[in-house]
């Protein structure tokens, strides 16, 4: 289990922290890994925030947050693991999580209990420790999740887990200020050496899947969806590796205090 959780709850296919996450206020994000945040009792900390670019173009100024720590021996008391959209006291009020480091463990701990059967069929909770290898190297990369075969007809498959925070697949509320110009940070150099390196295992017979996660209800139906049409080199490297056999999945998990749930996932068209 992750340090930063106590258990899996099954019945609510959850994960619960050790410590409930604190709700708070951003003041405003000075540049993107800190933002300025008021607790509740008035204190005004500096906080992490751990997505190295743009969160779908918004302003984040004012809005609330949910945060964890405080932590010791850091230049920043704590981190921010979720931002609020809308009204806390509104219907459709949610949480987005933001925390894209922490998102592989919460795929890896689903995947350990054997809860992501349609994707990787061969995991149970009793094997899982000898099927599950995660950050494994390939090649020049190194992929999210390596699932070996329970039988020889089984495919082995390799998982690559990324996190959009670019653009959010989900409906803004207004009054949230959103920049026109939100797909316009850079794609770094290592996604396409992970692509080419799956390319090469898939040309080997074994299975690749592309799995986009998301920390709140997202709206995305379709993998052409995930094209970031700004990018056109990596949007046509992604569609030649598909159109060879890469699976496009998608995995949908809801964060508030408590803890991390799984609420879906499924195969895109």
Known sequence: MHSSFSHLDKAQSKLIYKTKLTQAKIINRPNRYVAIIELEDGSIVRGHTPVGGRIG?????????LISGPYTGRSTDYTVEAIGLGETDSPSFQWVGINQGAVNAYVKEFLLAGMLPDLAPAVTEANAVTLVKPEKKLGSSRIDFHIGSSTPTEKELWIEVKTPLIKLHTVIPEGIPVKTDYASDAVGARM???????????????????LAAFVYENTLKTSNELKLRDNLDLDGLIDQIRRQGMESWQITFAIDAEGVQLRSYELLS
Do not use: I, M
């Open 57 to 65: 173009g918004l302003t984040l100024d004012s809005l609330p947050c």
């Open 192 to 210: 396409p050496k992970q692509l080419n390196d799956l390319f090469s295992e898939l040309q080997l017979g074994k299975r690749v899947a592309l």
